[in-house]
């Protein structure tokens, strides 16, 4: 029981604060800031494993890592995923929001009138399940790039997205209608790996708590 | 003998079933054997139920029909169910077999059951349990029994890391009651739990107007995990709240400590079981080098009760497929 916890990084937005939480807990972050195209680090206590932040429920509930850090926009998306959540982490503030052109307010008209609403969405799931929750009907439209251009085009009638500062969507001609839910970054763990490796684990949730 | 090479047809199985071939069918049926003889040495009688019941003797037994998936018609019109589990064929078997006959019952099955799947997870439709059923025997002697006869099964497989982790159906339902949590709350602090999610059981508990030492004992209990003496330690925490609510994991772990199985057992506050039948004892089996759980059980004193046979009730059942992987994966070791 001696090797070292597994703990999934995510890459991309999470990734700085993650390293600098890691800093705080005297974990050496010095390979993953440097140029390194590696993506799995040994170190004494923990082995660090990069991946996309959309990955890490995967790995996590497989076991194939014991702990994760990722975003909870992606734990609502794969809400399926049986995974502990532990902590939340309080960096990574965002929000997941419906936005429609600005002072365009035919998007509502457009969803009395036909029934249903388009939405173009990297979060088909969570998309969708707020509508439903709701009696509402749209037509969930799944994306893989840039969401904003699909209203801008006409692809969509509005966007389902998540949004830090606003500032894509201003810059774009969208404005936030409602809030889906906020998001911020979460420490997940293994069903087995929290059990059977409780007093580690236990002991890194008490320490990140107290910092 | 491998199976290779390009196939020269290829017809397809729905996903989640699978073919098994001769190098992979000596040891499952090495493995199966192994867990059987272990049965029968506990004195255990192995039985053989239909693979598809009828789904209102299914429903019966859990009314969210949880597990059921498959269904078809027979003949006459009649809905037929693939069995979820062992456990309610076993229920049913017992009141209308052994009506008249004198408890305890000491069954065991090496059975197929099935459960929908969701797509791309390496789940299986189709699975193998092997399990055992003590019927007649009450808490705490029949589950320290149960949990004995599951680690000697554990042993017999080579798995000597695994690990069971015990905990209660109705531990935290009983402590939120006691400490006076509202019904609408209450269900939502259980949702919480049983999703796992920590950080939203944090949130639902920090919204009641309870005194400070009440929430922290809310918070706190669910994440109690490790050997007997979380049970103290919750005790400690929280004084008669929660001691009323651990008193039968703790005379549970009087038994297994008698028996001398207390290393093999993890005792978790916070365990759930998505089954509606399961009261009182719960458990899960775990083992280092799998991140999925090879079997699960527990108490469920009201279920034969509703096949017109009350009778207290333990089981459990590894999942044979798993427990291979398991092994396979210690010997790599």
């Known amino acids: ?86 902590l939340d982490l309080g960096y990574g503030q965002c929000r997941m929001v419906v936005a429609t052109r600005t002072a ?108 | 003998m491998r199976a290779c090479g390009q196939a020269m047809s290829n017809y397809l199985i729905p996903p989640g079933t699978r073919d098994i071939l001769p190098d992979e069918m000596r040891e499952l049926r090495a493995l199966s054997t192994v867990l059987l003889e272990t049965f029968l040495r506990f004195g255990y009688g192995e039985v053989w139920t239909p693979t598809m019941e009828y789904e209102d ?34 229920a049913r078997l017992v009141s209308s077999r052994y009506g008249k006959a004198d408890p305890p019952f000491r069954l065991c099955y090496l059975s197929h059951a099935y459960r929908a799947v969701r797509p791309q997870r390496g789940q299986q439709r189709e699975f193998l349990q092997a399990g055992v059923e003590l019927i007649g025997v009450d808490a705490p002697e029949g589950t320290v029994e149960v949990l004995e006869v599951l680690c000697a099964a554990l042993d017999a497989a080579g798995l000597t890391r695994a690990r069971i982790g015990l905990g209660d159906a109705g531990l935290y339902r009983g402590l939120l009651e006691t400490v006076g949590v509202a019904e609408a709350p209450r269900s939502k602090a259980l949702e919480a739990l049983e999703r796992h999610d920590f950080v939203a059981l944090d949130a639902e508990i920090r919204r009641l107007d309870l005194d400070p030492a009440k929430l922290d004992v809310l918070i706190s209990l669910p994440q109690l995990r490790g050997g007997a003496e979380v049970i103290e330690r919750a005790i400690a925490l929280g004084g008669e709240d929660t001691k009323s609510a651990t008193a039968r994991l703790r005379e549970t772990a009087e038994g297994i400590e008698r028996r001398g199985i207390a290393g093999r057992v993890i005792f978790d506050l916070g365990l759930v079981r998505d089954l509606g039948y399961y009261s009182g004892a719960i458990f899960e089996v775990y083992d280092p080098a799998l991140g999925h759980v ?17 009778l207290p009730a333990c089981g459990f059942a590894l999942f044979v497929e798993r427990v291979h992987v398991a092994q396979a994966e210690e010997e790599r070791r």
């Open chain 1, 1 to 86: 029981m001696s090797e070292p916890l597994r703990l999934a990084i995510p890459q991309g937005s999470l990734f700085e604060e993650t390293l600098d939480l890691l800093d705080a807990l005297d974990v050496d972050t010095s390979r993953l800031r440097s140029d390194s195209r590696a993506l799995l680090f040994a170190g004494d206590a923990f082995t660090l494993v990069t991946m996309r932040p959309s990955d890490v429920p995967t790995y996590v509930e497989a076991g194939a890592v014991d702990l994760g850090i990722t975003g909870k926009d992606v734990l609502i998306e794969q809400q399926e995923r049986l995974v502990y959540e532990l």
């Open chain 1, 104 to 211: 365009d307010h035919s998007a509502d008209d457009l969803e009395r009138r036909l029934g249903a609403i388009r939405i173009a969405t990297k979060y088909p799931r969570t998309a969708s399940r707020y509508f439903e929750e709701r009696g509402r009907q749209a037509e969930v439209i799944e994306v893989k790039g840039s969401v904003e251009l699909a209203p801008i085009s006409g692809l969509a009638d509005g966007i389902v997205d998540l949004t830090a500062t606003g500032r894509t969507l201003r810059e774009n001609g969208l404005e936030i209608r409602e809030v889906v839910a906020n998001c911020t970054a979460r420490l997940v763990a293994n069903r087995v790996a929290h059990k059977l490796r409780q007093e580690e684990i236990d002991a890194l949730v008490e320490r990140i708590g107290a910092r």
């Open chain 2, 57 to 90: 003797v299914l429903v019966r037994g859990d009314e969210r029909a949880a597990g059921v998936s498959y269904r078809l018609f027979d003949e006459h019109g009649h809905v037929l169910a693939l069995r979820p589990d062992m456990t309610i064929p076993i």
């Open chain 2, 294 to 310: 090879i079997g699960a059980g527990g108490r469920y004193d009201d279920l034969l009760g509703r096949f017109g046979r009350p």
